[in-house]
Nanobody
Framework: VLLVESGGGLVQAGASLRLSCAAS????????MAWFRQAPGKEREFVGT????????IYATSVKGRFTISRDNSKNTVYLQMNSLKPEDTAVYYC?????????????????WGQGTQVTVSS
């Protein structure tokens, strides 16, 4: 199974982008899907995670109120709607999947990863 992200790009500060993450197999299931990001020279950072059963989500403080995670279980796809983008949001964004019982905020809790999509926000 592969996770494939799309939707990244170059935008100006204040703009919006929507990232998508689709599983390559329709039979793929997971209990949680998450988004992380990694800027050059920095560690991979938690952005948000969603419980696939009911849509309950947790967000990093830095994006709360600006970013929203949603999922379409029928399409095995999770989305990251990013509004009011800031230059500090510039990073490669990764989606990840987990079958853990509890929503986790650390990369080690997720065992399937996408290849990443670049988001660049200019000032």
């Amino acid at each position: 199974v592969l996770l494939v992200e799309s939707g990244g790009g170059l935008v100006q500060a204040g703009a919006s982008l929507r990232l998508s993450c689709a599983a390559s197999e329709r039979t793929f299931t997971s209990t949680a899907m998450a988004w992380f990001r990694q800027a050059p020279g920095k560690e991979r950072e938690f952005v948000g995670t969603v419980r696939t059963s009911d849509g309950y989500a947790i967000y990093a403080t830095s994006v709360k109120g600006r970013f929203t995670i949603s999922r379409d279980n029928s399409k095995n796809t999770v989305y990251l709607q990013m509004n009011s983008l800031k230059p500090e949001d510039t990073a490669v964004y990764y989606c990840a999947a987990s079958n853990g019982v509890v929503l986790r905020l650390t990369p080690t809790a997720y065992d399937l990863w996408g290849q990443g999509t670049q988001v660049t926000v200019s000032s």
